[in-house]
């Protein structure tokens, strides 16, 4: 039975020796290496007009093996397919029918071209075909919290973060984790493990604030477990270390008008909580980094916030070797955007509470 709140990402432990070899900690200057250019090839989502091509919001985005770009809009309640080539369309509807969904969290679409949409209500990940034709669960006879984020690997095998209690050496303790799913609530490999019940409720919150986590097609798992520093741990699909990335950047500090300010909005929505006694603190530092993706030749794309202007990702090799650069200028202004790197394309999504959410498709031009 889950009973953790999901907060934010995942908090790691290593269940698994580390086995693999780690990089030393390299220093990144713009001289050092080649960097390309990002350009706009097509887009999608308009500032006004009709129902089809206005984008309620982009709770979710994946790319299907087909070319096509999946995006979960629970504003608009639908999923919403954009062909590679063709004309796109909405499917799916919020409700309580077969394949309907109440509350979706996530989409990933498996290499064998089922598609899935993880809803906490539901208690359960539903699949589809590649034109969203329902198709049944994923957890088959299942009544426990689907991992809420996610990510497909091989043909049918799915990366998950949750939390829940877990029995393990003879103990049942609630556990947050990363792990591996083959078509069984049960996990198959688990990646990491924290046991939250020895964490402080302060504490917990401030490490779940800033750790991310990632998995590419192949299996592969990548964990910044704080993005304020440069720091990323790369494991092999049997939970044992490949790599880590470690980088000389500076860490970013935050005003004490920001840290105000994130205390101030982390107590108002804690007073509903009675396990919270007050003294929250954040962390002093922003975000340095995140993962977009892993593209075509199996790159990972780290972004970069260490800039004033534009969108800037560092390229790392799949030996944890800097390959090159690539940087994206600003577009009018620095919106909100959360970027998508896939072996099938590149896009990014506007966010921006006070902008219209829209897509954009990007590639790689002409190194600079």
Sequence with gaps: ??????????????????????????????????????????????????????????????????????????????????????????????????????????????GDGRILITDYMKLNLMTYDEHANYLGEYFPSSESDPPPELWAVDSSSIIGVDGDNLMLDG????????????????????????????????ELIRMLDVIEFHADRNGQVYIIEDFTE???????????LAYEIAAQVDRLEKSEEQILTEIEEYESFAVIDRGYAGGYQPSQYKRLVSIAGVDEDGFLWVERFDFDTGYHFDIWDDKGQLAYRAVLPEMVRHLEISFLVDEIGMVAAVTDPDDFPRIYFLKKDNIQ
Excluded: W
């Excluded at 609530?185 to 302060?202: K, M, S």
């Design 230 to 240: 440069y720091i990323i741990k790369i494991f092999n699909p049997d939970g044992s």
């Design 171 to 202: 103990e049942l303790v609630t556990y947050y984790y990363c792990a591996r799913y083959d078509s069984s609530i049960e996990p198959t490999v688990y990646y990491y493990l924290l046991n939250i019940d020895e964490i402080e409720h302060n």
């Design 1 to 110: 039975m889950k009973i953790f709140t999901i907060l934010s990402a995942s908090i790691s432990v290593f269940l698994a020796t580390a086995c693999g070899s780690s990089s030393d900690t390299l220093p990144i200057t713009a001289d050092s290496i080649a960097e390309y250019s990002l350009v706009l090839v097509d887009s999608f989502g308009v500032e006004n007009g009709d129902s089809v091509n206005m984008i309620g919001s982009i709770t979710s985005m994946c790319y299907h093996p087909n070319g096509s770009l999946l995006l979960l809009d629970n504003a608009a309640g639908c999923l919403r397919i954009i062909p590679e080539n063709g004309e796109p369309f909405r499917a799916l509807r919020i409700g309580s029918g077969p394949g309907e969904f109440q509350g979706a969290q996530g989409v990933c679409a498996l």
